[in-house]
């Protein structure tokens, strides 16, 4: 079958660094995406990663290794309007979004 | 507008009516895709479509039909509501069948079947 693993929750301090991981194992890869989405609002595209390594945007950075099937996303220099649930999300060959559950980011001052 | 636009933005519905959850984008998407999201699980996909006139099943389609006339329209419909169906709905599109750049949601639907 396919899965996404994300932690369910984390709690961070405003200014410090949070690195949200994520495992897959789906029928192919054809990409790994990352969302944000504040409570009550509609997901939000952070970042796409379809080859090994770190892609950096601002104080968001995304990485991937597709051998071990694993991904992170960093948050640097955290505001408190981070807080929110990250998505994980990975194509597979039928080019169709297996979606994680979702981490809560909880930010406190 | 610019983007996506749901109607209606909740509703409270009878089990056993029947219900159309109307999507609307301009962007000139190819691919529109339906999901729902229900607390503690991954969002789901219903039904998706990869351009006009075509449609497709997606994980969980029992109970949602939809249909593609044109670019722009993705209405989902439940024929029968039942409570299960309770949920929040997400209507997304992207500019090709990879998604390489990313879905655009619209800001969803909360139904709720009694």
């Known amino acids: 079958g396919q899965n996404i693993d994300q932690p369910t929750e984390m709690t961070a301090t405003e200014g410090a660094i949070v690195q949200i991981n994520c495992t897959y194992q789906t029928s192919g890869f054809n990409g790994l995406f990352w969302y944000q989405q504040h409570a009550g609002e509609a997901p939000t595209f952070l970042s796409y990663?379809?080859l090994d390594g770190l892609e950096e945007k601002g104080r968001f950075s995304s990485f991937l290794s597709r051998s071990k099937g694993y991904s992170y996303l960093l948050l640097k220099e955290l505001q408190m309007k981070d807080s929110a649930s990250y998505l994980c999300?990975?194509?597979?060959?039928?080019?169709?979004?297996?979606w994680g559950a979702g981490t809560k980011l909880i930010i406190k001052p | 507008i610019a983007g996506i636009t749901q109607a209606p933005t909740s509703q409270i519905l009878a089990a056993g009516r029947r219900m159309t959850l109307r999507c609307t984008q301009d962007m000139r998407h190819n691919a529109m895709y339906w999901y729902r999201q229900d607390l503690g699980l991954g969002l789901r996909l219903i039904h998706y479509?990869?351009?006009?006139?075509?449609?497709g099943k997606g994980e969980v389609p029992d109970g949602y039909s939809v249909s593609r006339a044109n670019t722009d329209d993705f209405p989902l419909t439940l024929a029968s509501a039942v409570p299960s169906q309770t949920s929040v709905y997400f209507c997304?599109?992207?500019?090709?069948?990879?998604?390489?750049?990313?879905?655009?949601f619209g800001s969803g639907t909360r139904l709720t079947v009694v």
């Open positions: 999300a990975v194509m597979d060959s039928n080019y169709q979004l297996i």
């Open positions: 990663n379809v």
């Open positions: 997304a599109s992207s500019d090709s069948e990879t998604g390489q750049q990313g879905y655009t």
């Open positions: 479509s990869n351009t006009a006139g075509t449609t």
